[in-house]
């Protein structure tokens, strides 16, 4: 089944919830007195931020009210009281410190760091910062259908979508164990670094970067995957082209997704995605990943200039697998904690899009009872990505952030990439064992044959718009986030 967030885009943080547990939501988890523990994660340099970074911009919010009275447009005063609400809300959380124990490893999409090691605490550094981070955005163009100029309140899940989207396509396009460049986090993406005239009198040319040019090629293909992620209509996976996306599944703009629904929105984006080569999204059906399906959608004509990858005269597209899945209840069924960590600890993994109830949030990884995460929920000016040069500081984020298995809601789907076919076999098996961990059933399964719908070699049936009709007493199976 599918289903929908709750009618609230984020839970209200009371003084009774802070005072109860204050530090686990907002990331200062006080550790054993015994445990020694890790200082504030600084992972950008303040400075490479500017005055345009993720501070919110109090003067440009009246540079752009007085826009809108000049040209006769009333103020989106509600969208600019939730933007603002939650600025104040999670703004000031993210400059909190977060507490690490260095007694204990840290996990991230399959790489783990003893922080107690020599250097484990810059290579944590380095591989978070590179994750690409997607929040709220205020500021963008209306939405088609309608005057709404920013997510905010509304588009955190489709915002998580987008961040494990994006990992994916880091690991499809980038090198093998790329992080973004410690270089490039400390200095400005519009730096002016003059060259030497070819001649007296003659102009001082802009020079972008002294990294060996092929060092920038690859950060252009750094900063094209973020591309893909701008707010505009032409994006292939922005905010307005998956809500365009959504009114298939009965969603419009200012609604509520849910982690099922959104699966397959990703699924359709990639597939009409003329800018990704050689990537298929496969959404698993009834917690089951049906693999003679998935051999149809990966197997395709062989190119004439192509290798061969998997069956003989054909190619094998590489692959990225969102399972939607229900972990209990209202909450969070304890016996599958376990089995998550297994399955974020396989660096197939490309990370979990869930929450705490009426919460949206990025999973990444966990330390000992702790979930890593990243946050949406902080809104930004919206960039505008199709400058060449466009600063990429707002879309990494600086601090870590901690929270409570017991507090992670049970509806989320998983995300796994496979490069080859040999890559999907190996990911089949690690999964399998990951799930074996499971004390009671396990949270999703493989089966050998096709689904029972039958299908074209390339377009799945959507099941996020079939029409059911639900049971008295039935618990809805993705309703809670």
Known sequence: ??????????????????????????????????????EDWLLVSSDSLGSRGVTMDLEEEEEEQRGEQEEGRPPKLKSKLVSAWNSLKYGWTLKQKSRFSQSSPVTILGHCFQLNQSGARQQFHCSFSSLVWLTYRRGFPPLAGCSLTSDSGWGCVLRTGQMLLAQSLLRHLMPPGWTWSQGYLGVRDDLDLPSTPEGRGAPWTRRRSLEPQLAVRVEEGHRRV??????????????????????????????????????????????????VPNLAVYVAQDCTIYLEDVRRLCREPLPRDGSLQGSPGLAWKSLLVLVPVRLGGQDLNPSYISCV?????????????????????????????????????????????????????????????????????????????????????????????????????????????????????????????????????????????
């Open 1 to 38: 089944m599918t289903g929908e967030y709750t009618n609230e885009a984020m839970d209200r943080c009371t003084s009774a919830e802070v005072c109860r547990g204050g530090c686990e939501v907002h990331g200062h988890l006080s550790p054993p007195p015994d445990e020694e523990t890790t």
């Open 226 to 275: 973020v591309s893909w992620f701008g707010d505009h209509p032409a994006a292939p996976f922005g905010v307005p082209r998956l809500v365009e996306l959504g009114r298939s599944s009965g969603k419009r703009a200012g609604d509520w997704y849910g982690p099922s629904i959104v699966a397959h929105i990703l699924r359709k984006a990639v597939t009409a995605a003329a800018d």
């Open 341 to 481: 960590k297994r399955l974020l600890m396989l660096e197939c993994c490309v990370g979990i899009i869930g929450g705490k109830p009426k919460h949206s949030l990025f999973f990444i990884g966990f330390q000992g009872d702790y979930l890593l995460y990243l946050d949406p929920h902080y809104c930004q000016p919206t960039v505008d990505v199709k400058q060449e040069h466009f600063p990429l500081e707002s879309f990494h984020c600086k601090y870590p952030r901690k929270m409570s298995f017991s507090r992670m809601d049970p509806s989320c789907t998983f995300g796994f990439y496979a490069k080859t076919q040999k890559d999907f076999g190996s990911m089949c098996a690690a999964v399998n064992e990951a799930l074996s961990s499971c004390e009671k059933y396990p949270m999703f399964i493989f089966s050998e044959g096709p689904s029972q719908e039958t299908w074209g070699p390339s377009e799945p049936p959507d099941p996020s718009s079939r029409t059911r009709t639900p049971s008295s007493g039935c618990l809805e199976e993705f309703v809670l986030l």
